[in-house]
């Protein structure tokens, strides 16, 4: 069992960086999967951002390659996404999840889910 709680959400302007984390208490955060999903309004949830239980594989959707990146840290029960070069379609509510699947083409289907982070970049 995890319980997840992001922070670090607000409101930035295009170009600028923001780094959300995810903090995880139970005992297995350090066997389980990590990621990253967001909502845009009146949008269906879309995977974001993943990695692997070391945090040696990182997956990402195309629309954040090169700009977002995630990572944690096993010894804080954390995970983090840096956020970079922001832009309005960025603009969401993002949640935190992990354990479950995660595939290698970079699916991946959760067990646990944050309750979300508001995310609102202007323009």
């Known amino acids: 069992q995890l319980q997840l709680v992001e922070s670090g959400g607000g409101l930035v302007q295009a170009g600028e960086s923001l780094r959300l984390s995810c903090a995880a208490s139970?005992?297995?955060?350090?066997?389980?999967?990590m990621g990253w999903f967001r909502q845009a309004p009146e949008k269906e949830r879309e995977f974001v951002a993943a990695?692997?239980?070391?945090?040696?594989?990182?997956w990402y959707t195309d629309s954040v390659k090169g700009r977002f990146t995630i990572s944690r840290d096993n010894t804080k029960n954390t995970a983090y996404l840096q956020m970079n070069r922001v832009q309005p379609e960025d603009t969401g509510v993002y949640f935190c999840?992990?354990?479950?699947?995660?595939?290698?083409?970079?699916?991946?289907?959760?067990?646990?889910w944050g309750q979300g982070a508001q995310v609102t970049v202007s323009s």
């Open positions: 999840a992990a354990g479950g699947t995660l595939y290698s083409t970079g699916s991946y289907s959760p067990d646990y």
């Open positions: 139970g005992r297995t955060f350090g066997r389980s999967v």
């Open positions: 990695t692997s239980i070391s945090g040696s594989q990182t």
